[in-house]
C-alpha cells in the first residue's frame, strides 16, 4: 500500500528511487511529446517548481535531438508584473538570457518569452492613475490585470494559431490540501478525455490541456533532484535554494493562469508592493540576513504606505482610518453607495483623491532614486515608474480625472532634478495652474474645505473647452449634467446625509409596496431602515464600522 502525498514519510521517490524516477518521468516525457503535434507551453517563475519541470522538459529535448525528435516548439513563459521583488526579477531575467544561449547552442525548440501587463494594466498606473485602493481581500484587483492576463493572453493567441495547446505547470498535490483537490478535481472531470496521458482539464482556458509532471513530488523531492541534477541551461541551482534561504519558509510564486492558482500575495517571492498579506516577509528577511540588500528598504516603505493590514489590532484599525481619508466618498464613477452592517450605516469609499496620488508619484519617484543610489550596479538603471507608465497616468488625470493643472511634469522635475522627458503640452489662457490655483484660492475662501467646489468649476470648464471647437455639441449639455450631479455635494457630510436618507427611503417603500414580504424580510428592512437612522447622525466616516472591520473595498 503506498503512501499518500502528504504522509511525512511519503516521497516520489521512495518506490523506484532517485534516478529511476527521473528517468521514468523524462521518458513520459518525451512519450507525450510525440504524441501529437500540439505546441507546448511551459510556466516559469524562476522558482524551485517550476525551475524543476523545465528541467525534465530540457533533458527530455536533449534525448529526442540526438534521436532526431524534435519536431515542435516548447515555449518557456514568465511573466514579469513590473513590481515584483528585484531580486526575484533579475534572476529570473538573467535566467531567460541564459536559457536563450543555452538553446541555440543546444540546438532546442525552445523559445524562452518574458511576457508583461499591457500599460494600461499595470499597477502604478492604476494606483496612481485611477486611483484605485490597494489590493485586499475583498478587492484583489491586481492579480488579473499583473498576471493572470499576460499569461493567457499568450496561450490564447497560441491556441486560436495551433488549434490546442499543452501547459506543463509545476503544480504539486503537497503544496496543500486545497491544491491537492483542485488537481484531483481536474483530473476527474468528465472533460478530461487525455486522462491517460497524464494530462487534465483547464478550467479557464479552453482547448488547453494542464500536464504536472511532479504533481506527486515533495518540497524535499524537489529540493533534492535540483541539487542532483545540473541544470541543462547553465544556471546554477545552488545559488536558487541560496536566494530561497535568504528568506521566510512559503512556497514560490506561481505562474498564474486562474484564481484557483495560489497569488504571490501567500507565496515566497511576491510583488514588492503586495499588500495580499499583513507583511512581507520574504523582502523583509532578504534585507534583515543581508547588509548588502539595504537598498530595497524603499521598497519595503512604498509597500507600507498603502498597505491595510496589521497583526496588531489597533495598528491595523490606523491603517483603516488613514486609508478613508485618503479616498473620495463617491464611486469611480460618481455614484453614491451605501454599505450597511449590522454595526451601522455608511458610504463607500471610491478611488484615491488626487492629492494622495501626487503625493505616492513623489514617493515612488524618491524610492527609485533611493534604490539606483543605493543599490548595486545591475540596479542602477531600474525604473519603478518607466516614462511610458507615467506618460498614461498624466493622460488619465488629465482626460479622464479632468485635474488639468497638469501637476505630473512638475512633480517628476522637483523628485529627479531634471525636466520631463514626456511630451510638451500647448499652454492654455484659462486651464493652466496659474489660473487654476487662483480659482483654488477664491474656492478656499468661501468655505470650500474639502475643494468639491473647485473641482466641480475646474470640470465644468474642461468640459466646455472639449467641446469649444465642434460645431454640433450634441453631448455638451449631458456630459455638463452628469459633471453637476457628480459634484453636487459641498462635502462628504451633506453626500452622506443625502445617500443614506435616500436608501432609507427606497427600504421604506419597499416595505410598504410589496404585498409578498416574508415576516423575516419585513423585519431586516426595518433593521436597515433603524441602523441608517442611527447612523446618519455621525458625521465623517463610522469609526464604529471601521472598528469592527465591517469595511467594503469597492471603488
Given at each position: ?14 518506490k523506484q ?5 527521473v ?12 504524441s501529437?503535434?500540439?505546441p507546448?507551453v ?25 534521436e532526431?525528435q524534435c519536431?515542435k516548439?516548447v ?5 514579469d508584473?513590473?513590481?515584483?521583488n528585484?531580486?526575484v526579477?533579475?534572476w529570473?531575467?538573467?535566467s ?20 508583461t ?11 496612481i ?9 475583498k478587492?484583489?484587483?491586481c492579480?488579473?490585470r ?9 496561450i490564447n493567441?497560441?491556441?486560436d494559431k495551433?488549434g ?10 503537497a ?14 472531470i468528465?472533460t ?12 479557464t ?11 506527486d513530488w515533495?518540497n ?15 544556471f ?32 515566497r517571492?511576491?510583488c514588492?508592493?503586495?499588500t495580499m498579506?499583513?507583511?512581507?516577509k520574504s523582502m ?14 524603499p ?11 496589521d497583526?496588531?489590532?489597533?495598528k491595523?484599525?490606523s ?11 463617491r ?6 453607495t451605501?454599505?450597511?452592517?449590522k ?6 469609499p ?6 494622495f496620488?501626487e503625493?505616492?508619484?513623489e514617493?515612488?519617484?524618491?524610492a ?7 543599490g548595486?550596479?545591475?540596479v ?5 515608474l518607466?516614462?511610458e ?7 488619465i488625470?488629465?482626460?479622464e480625472?479632468?485635474?488639468v ?13 531634471k ?8 499652454h492654455h489662457?484659462?486651464?493652466?495652474k496659474?489660473v487654476?490655483d ?7 475662501e468661501?468655505?470650500d474645505?474639502e ?7 475646474r470640470?465644468?470648464m ?6 469649444k471647437?465642434?460645431l454640433?455639441?450634441a ?23 443625502f445617500a443614506?436618507?435616500?436608501?432609507r ?6 416595505y410598504d ?5 416574508s415576516e ?6 426595518n ?11 455621525e ?6 464600522l ?8 469597492d471603488?
Amino acid at each position: 500500500m503506498s503512501l499518500p502525498v502528504n504522509s511525512p514519510s511519503y516521497s516520489a521517490f521512495n518506490k523506484q528511487g532517485l534516478k529511476a524516477t527521473v528517468a521514468s518521468t523524462i521518458a513520459h516525457i518525451k512519450k507525450l511529446y510525440l504524441s501529437d503535434q500540439i505546441p507546448w507551453v511551459i510556466g516559469y517563475s524562476g522558482g524551485k517548481d517550476s525551475t524543476a519541470v523545465l528541467q525534465l522538459v530540457w533533458s527530455a529535448l536533449q534525448e529526442l535531438r540526438k534521436e532526431g525528435q524534435c519536431h515542435k516548439d516548447v515555449h518557456v513563459i514568465s511573466t514579469d508584473t513590473l513590481v515584483e521583488n528585484p531580486i526575484v526579477a533579475m534572476w529570473v531575467e538573467k535566467s531567460l538570457e541564459r536559457m536563450l544561449e543555452a538553446k541555440q547552442q543546444q540546438d532546442l525548440p525552445i523559445k524562452p518569452h518574458r511576457l508583461t501587463p499591457d500599460v494600461k494594466d499595470r499597477f502604478w498606473v492604476n494606483l496612481i492613475g485611477k486611483g484605485y485602493p490597494a489590493p485586499r481581500y475583498k478587492f484583489r484587483w491586481c492579480t488579473d490585470r499583473l498576471k493572470i492576463a499576460p499569461s493567457n493572453n499568450f496561450i490564447n493567441k497560441l491556441v486560436d494559431k495551433r488549434g490546442e495547446a499543452i501547459l506543463v505547470l509545476g503544480t504539486r498535490k503537497a503544496e496543500s490540501t486545497t491544491r491537492a483537490a483542485t488537481m484531483e478535481h481536474y483530473e476527474n472531470i468528465e472533460t478530461n478525455t487525455r486522462r491517460a496521458d497524464g494530462l487534465t482539464a483547464n478550467g479557464t482556458l479552453d482547448r488547453v490541456w494542464v500536464y504536472p509532471p511532479i504533481a506527486d513530488w515533495t518540497n524535499d523531492d524537489v529540493w533534492v533532484y535540483l541539487n542532483s541534477v545540473s541544470n541543462p541551461w547553465n544556471f546554477p541551482n545552488q545559488d536558487l535554494m541560496g536566494m530561497y534561504q535568504g528568506a521566510t519558509e512559503g512556497g514560490e510564486c506561481p505562474l498564474v493562469v486562474d484564481k484557483s492558482t495560489q497569488s504571490c500575495g501567500d507565496s515566497r517571492f511576491g510583488c514588492y508592493i503586495c499588500t495580499m498579506v499583513s507583511e512581507d516577509k520574504s523582502m523583509s528577511a532578504m534585507i534583515a540576513n543581508d547588509e548588502e540588500k539595504e537598498w530595497m528598504y524603499p521598497l519595503l516603505a512604498l509597500r507600507n504606505e498603502i498597505d491595510v493590514n496589521d497583526a496588531d489590532h489597533g495598528k491595523k484599525l490606523s491603517k483603516l482610518r488613514r486609508d478613508k481619508s485618503r479616498r473620495d466618498f463617491r464611486r469611480m464613477n460618481g455614484s453614491l453607495t451605501v454599505h450597511i452592517t449590522k454595526n451601522g450605516a455608511d458610504l463607500v469609499p471610491g478611488p484615491y483623491v488626487q492629492s494622495f496620488r501626487e503625493e505616492l508619484l513623489e514617493k515612488v519617484l524618491i524610492a527609485q532614486v533611493a534604490v539606483q543610489e543605493m543599490g548595486p550596479v545591475e540596479v542602477k538603471n531600474l525604473e519603478l515608474l518607466p516614462l511610458e507608465e507615467l506618460e498614461e497616468i498624466r493622460r488619465i488625470w488629465l482626460e479622464e480625472k479632468l485635474e488639468v493643472e497638469d501637476n505630473l511634469p512638475a512633480i517628476y522635475q522637483k523628485i529627479m532634478g531634471k525636466p520631463y522627458p514626456g511630451s510638451r503640452r500647448a499652454h492654455h489662457p484659462i486651464l493652466n495652474k496659474t489660473v487654476l490655483d487662483k480659482l483654488k484660492t477664491f474656492c478656499a475662501e468661501n468655505n470650500d474645505d474639502e475643494g468639491l467646489m473647485y473641482q466641480q468649476i475646474r470640470a465644468a470648464m474642461v468640459i466646455a473647452n472639449r467641446h469649444k471647437s465642434q460645431l454640433r455639441r450634441a453631448n455638451l449639455a449631458a456630459e455638463l449634467t452628469d459633471s453637476l450631479e457628480k459634484g453636487a455635494f459641498s462635502s462628504l457630510d451633506e453626500a452622506k446625509t443625502f445617500a443614506l436618507e435616500r436608501k432609507r427611503l427606497e427600504l421604506q417603500i419597499q416595505y410598504d409596496n410589496s404585498p409578498n414580504l416574508s415576516e423575516r424580510e419585513k423585519e431586516s428592512i426595518n433593521e436597515q431602515i433603524a441602523i441608517i437612522t442611527r447612523s446618519v447622525k455621525e458625521r465623517g466616516y463610522s469609526s464604529l464600522l471601521i472598528e469592527t472591520e465591517a469595511v467594503s473595498d469597492d471603488i
